[in-house]
Nanobody
């Protein structure tokens, strides 16, 4: 059974930082594309970034230079460091795991999802 568990969300002020964690069991994260998505109320789930099994990362334009995805293979955990947070970053953040070729910007690429963690950024 595959399980992805996110943690680290919370309520912060604009300009603050948070680090989200995604602890995985049942898969070896270094063999997967590990993506982060977010969903604000009333909006679609949007791609945030992905860490490929190669170590390469891609991010949506609005978070480039502020968010960093990395992994701790020893603990089978993926992290998303979020700096200089803005109110528009407010959303539920999900991690997901996918494998093989394809478009990792699309949620349909991913086979496994966590339950999400709320990030709220106040002005």
């Amino acid at each position: 059974q595959v399980l992805l568990v996110e943690s680290g969300g919370g309520l912060v002020q604009a300009g603050d930082s948070l680090r989200l964690s995604c602890a995985a069991s049942g898969i070896i994260i270094s063999r997967y594309g590990m993506g982060w998505f977010r969903q604000a109320p009333g909006k679609e789930r949007d791609f945030v970034g992905v860490l490929y099994w190669t170590g390469l990362t891609h991010y949506r334009d609005s978070v480039k230079g502020r968010f960093t995805i990395y992994r701790d293979s020893a603990n089978n955990t993926v992290y998303q460091q979020m700096n200089s947070l803005k109110p528009e970053d407010t959303a539920v953040y999900f991690c997901a795991a996918g494998s093989g070729s394809g478009n990792y910007y699309r949620s349909s690429k991913y086979n496994y999802w966590g339950q999400g963690t709320q990030v709220t950024v106040s002005t």
